[in-house]
């Protein structure tokens, strides 16, 4: 019986090398976001120049209507667009999940999955012309605010769904039998019992769907009229022209923020899921 060759590394060396990959892994993802952070600190008018300390930039933007008005309208765009796309997203994977067969199925599954595979370009400009084609008929509606969100909300549902549809069929369905033979109706169900199981997902999918309505720059350019430019479309506007220190300082005040909120998402998704296996394991415990 042929023995296979022995490698010449050590368990030590295997250790080593993965953590040096992985620390530049981490480097290659957060390094430009770091210098950013760095930059917007510095005295120097040319963004990527080290000039001394200073937080002059960071008054400047207090002065800046254009980059706020843009980031106001941002964060309600996108906050809109997180409630938006948690309700419909779960929704869509309720019906997926817990009715497998009904007319039509297939075809909803798709059309909810296909803004995840189809280019931003092709969805914003087949909203583009449906909503010209609707404001030349109707008289509305105005390209603005309100069809951004719509935008974002097509995006923002199909993601929203892969997420909770994925946490609905991981539940285990005896735990709703029980409570539909404990005399339960079906609301009550879904309110005690599927809905606090769903939380961490819920979250998620909020967080996930309020940051990509925040970033996106695609969707915004074709649906957005005057007097509605976001946060995005106002960087990449003074991108053509040469940027300033105060895009840095507004960069790091949004990663501040979404950083902190991320970190305490993840405490309470956390400290929830310790709560239910505890509330789990004691009722085992009763149940033996």
Do not use: C
Request: no cysteine; hydrophobic share 55%; aromatic share 10%.
């Amino acid at each position: 019986m042929s023995r296979l060759p022995s490698t010449p590394f050590t368990p030590a060396f295997n250790r080593q090398f993965g953590r040096g990959w992985l620390a530049a892994g981490f480097l290659f993802l957060y390094l430009p976001i770091l210098a950013l952070v760095f930059y917007s600190f510095s005295a120097s008018s040319v963004p990527n120049v080290w000039g001394g300390f200073t937080l002059s930039w960071y008054s400047a933007l207090l002065n800046d209507q254009e980059l706020l008005s843009g980031l106001g309208l941002s964060l309600r765009i996108a906050t809109a667009t997180a409630f938006g796309s948690v309700i419909l997203g779960l929704l869509a994977a309720f019906a997926l999940v817990k009715y497998p067969r009904f007319k039509g199925r297939t075809m909803f599954a798709g059309m909810v999955n296909a803004p995840l595979v189809m280019p931003e370009v092709i969805i914003g400009l087949s909203l583009l012309l449906m909503l010209v084609s609707m404001q030349r008929a109707l008289g509305f509606p105005e390209r603005g605010a309100g069809t951004i969100w719509l935008g974002h909300l097509l995006l923002g549902m199909a993601y929203a769904t892969v997420v909770l549809q994925a946490r609905l069929k991981e539940l285990n369905p005896s735990l709703e039998e029980a409570a539909m033979d404990l005399g339960a109706r079906p609301a009550q169900v879904f309110m005690l019992v599927t809905l606090p199981s769903i939380i961490p997902s819920l979250l998620s999918a909020w967080l996930l769907t309020f940051t990509l309505s925040l970033d996106d720059v695609v969707l915004s350019a074709f649906l957005s009229g005057p007097g509605s430019t976001t946060l995005p479309l106002v960087i990449f506007s003074r991108a053509r022209l040469g940027l300033s220190p105060s895009i840095n300082a507004v960069a790091t005040v949004i990663i501040t923020v979404v950083a902190i909120a991320v970190v305490l998402a993840s405490w309470l998704m956390a400290r929830r899921e310790r709560l239910i296996a505890a509330e789990q394991a004691a009722a085992q415990r009763e149940a033996n």
